[in-house]
């Protein structure tokens, strides 16, 4: 049985810093491009962020995170993170771990196989 499940959400200050973490089983997340996105209360689920199987190559959202997110793996622990630095209360969220099995970088819902639960972020202000 496939499962993602992420953590490292909590309450935090605008300013101050997270890490989400995001550890697979029943997958290996080595053979997996891996994503996470985020639904902030009232609005749909964006993408956020995704790297390639060996870490080689990242891609964000857009400006508005590039800077101060970075995703990252540990294959050998298989876990995905997401570091999150200069947080804004535009950040807050419901956090999603995805995997997909394309080998292309996608910010697409659809092309990712298995989700995880999420884990929330709140920033105040």
């Known amino acids: 049985q496939v499962q993602l499940v992420e953590s490292g959400g909590e309450v935090v200050q605008a300013g101050g810093s997270l890490r989400l973490s995001c550890v697979a089983s029943?997958?290996?997340?080595?053979?997996?491009?891996m994503a996470w996105f985020r639904q902030a209360p009232g609005k749909e689920r964006e993408f956020v962020a995704t790297i390639t199987r060996s870490g080689s190559s990242t891609y964000y959202k857009d400006s508005s995170v590039k800077g101060r997110f970075t995703i990252s793996r540990d294959n050998a622990k298989n876990t995905v993170y997401l570091q999150m630095n200069s947080l804004k209360p535009e950040d807050t969220a419901v956090y999603y771990c995805?995997?997909?099995?394309?080998?292309?970088?996608?910010?697409?819902?659809?092309?990712?196989?298995?989700w995880g639960q999420g884990t929330q972020v709140t920033v105040s202000s």
């Open positions: 995805a995997a997909t099995l394309s080998y292309i970088l996608s910010r697409q819902e659809n092309d990712y196989n298995a």
């Open positions: 029943g997958l290996t997340v080595s053979s997996y491009g």
